[in-house]
Every structure is written in C-alpha cells, then in structure tokens.
C-alpha cells in the first residue's frame, strides 16, 4: 500500500478548506481551532513536498498542485460516501432536512406540512431556507424543492430530479394602487415601481412582451429586493407591483390585501423540482416525503 496514505487524515481537512476557500470555515465545519486546521494542512504540505494554498486577502486559494489534488481528493470522498451510504440504510423514522427557496417554503410548503406530520409523526422536518442552491452531495440538506431545472452544476448528472409543478405568472398589486391610478390596461404598470426579489428572477420584460406593451428598461422604476416577502410587503404597502403565481400569491387576494388586475399569465412560468441524492443513507424517509409532496400537489 503507499505509505502517502498515512496522510488521510490531513486530506479531510485540506478537502474542507479547499472547497470553503478558507481554513476559518473549515474549522468551524469541522468544530476545531483555525490553528488546528492550518498545522494540519502545513503538515500535509511538508510530507508531500508541495505548496497546496497561497493566501488571497481573507480567503485561501489552491495552488495548481492544490487544485489537482482537490479534484482528485473530492472524487475519492464521494466515493467512499457512496460505498457507505449503499451499505447503511436509516430507517424511516428520523430527521429529514428539507431545503427550499424562502418564498415557496413560507407561502407553500408549511402551510401545508402539518398534514405529513400527522401522516409521519417519527419523521421531524427541518426547513433550510436560502436563495443559495444546497450542496446535496456534501450533506447541506437530504432533499431540495428548488425552483427552476437546474440545482447545481456541479452535482446535476448525479442528482434525481423529479417534477412536481409549473405555474403561469401574473403581474399583482394592491387596491389601492390600482384605485388610485385607475388601473385598467397593462401600459399603465410601466408608470408604477417594478419589484423584482432575488430568488424569483421573473422577467418583466417577457410578462409585457406577452401583453403586448413594449417595454424600455432604462425608463421604468425598479425597485430590488432579498426575498418574496420582502415584495409581498412592498406591493401591499403600496409601492408598486410584483410578478407571482397564485399559489403564492393566492392568500392575500382572498383577504383583500392584492389584487390581480390583469389574467394575462406569463408562459412558460415558474417551475418547482424536487432534487435528491438517489444513494442518500435516508433514502426511505427522502420517499415518504416525495409521495407526499406528489399527492399534495395532485389535490
């Protein structure tokens, strides 16, 4: 057997520091000292003959022998992960981290969760939001629900993706907006605030285009905002208009907060995948979890 392979250990920590770009975050993935982690991969590095990082402000940054090492050492990991989790099954019952978008998970997701809790009560959720697609592969999350077809491009050809639902996008407002302008053809939104949230990325310009109305970018009004709620909150206070689906959307129109002046729908709209590891050590309770969503959304 090669005697480099004593340097195990020291491979886990370069490969974590490798792939966060920084001995700090390692350290705090792998719950020991920043020190710890730098004399370890010093360690590495003198045992092998090579420089693996060269610091780049705050971040750590790869070598070209570092990067081939990363590749190589990534893959090797996955590896064994695979071997593993093909020989270890969880049972059903269990924590399953569920990770998706904040908007589908506040207006879609929990509302609706306590039904599979009532269904698989030994089955805890955790919901991780984020606009940042999780690493499945790495153990960020078991499963995501993710908008979009694509999750990450560097885990895609290894992921089960799965379909779950496709939705037309409509333009929404508040009454009062609509009343005060009185809102009755789809030219008047360009004299209104454009809102646009970080994690929709519906294109105004298509919603118009498919009502007919050209549109000039650099003369309307946008306003930029972090999350769906932050629009929801922005639109029902008045300050402009959103684009949404009605899933999303739906609740605050039946209690008179939005309104949907328009039912010119933007197609194709938004698009929910649900992203799995197929190989995943929970891939019982990732199951029972899916044929619940898939029945769900068939109600």
């Not at 993935?29 to 990082?53: M, N, T, W, Y």
């Not at 570092?66 to 099954?89: A, R």
């Not at 499945?136 to 491009?153: C, H, N, R, S, T």
């Not at 899933?247 to 209690?255: G, I």
């Amino acid at each position: 057997m090669d005697a480099r392979l004593h340097h195990l250990p020291g491979l886990r920590y370069f490969e974590v520091a490798a792939r966060l770009n920084s001995y700090s975050r390692a350290a705090e993935e792998l719950f020991i000292s920043q020190a710890a982690v730098s004399q370890k991969i010093r360690q590495l590095e003198d045992g092998l003959g090579c420089k693996l990082f060269v610091r780049d402000g705050r971040e750590m940054r790869l070598t070209e022998q570092g990067k081939i090492l990363f590749k190589h050492v990534s893959q090797g990991f996955e590896n064994i992960i695979s071997g593993l989790n093909q020989i270890q099954s969880e049972p059903v019952e269990g924590l399953l981290c569920v990770s998706s978008t904040p908007s589908f998970a506040s207006r879609w997701l929990l509302p609706r969760l306590w039904k599979f809790s009532t269904q698989y009560p030994n089955i805890p959720i955790r919901i991780i939001t984020s606009c940042d697609a999780p690493k499945l592969k790495q153990g960020d999350a078991d499963l995501a629900i993710w908008q979009g077809e694509d999750l990450d491009v560097s885990e895609q050809d290894k992921l089960h993706k799965e379909f779950l639902f496709e939705e037309t996008i409509y333009p929404f407002c508040s009454p009062n907006l609509a009343n005060s302008i009185n809102l009755s053809t789809p030219e008047q939104l360009l004299s209104c605030w454009l809102i646009h949230y970080e994690s929709g990325g519906y294109p105004w310009q298509t919603w118009f285009a498919q009502a007919g109305v050209e549109m000039n970018k650099e003369s309307v009004r946008w306003m930029d905002v972090s999350t769906f709620d932050h629009a929801m909150n922005a639109v029902m206070a008045g300050h402009g208009a959103c684009l949404a689906s009605d899933s999303l959307a739906n609740d605050y129109v039946e209690r008179g907060l939005l309104i949907k002046p328009f039912e010119i729908g933007m197609t194709p709209g938004i698009q929910f995948n649900l992203f799995y590891d197929d190989e995943s050590p929970r891939r019982k309770r990732i199951a029972a979890f899916a044929n619940w969503l898939h029945s769900e959304i068939a109600e």
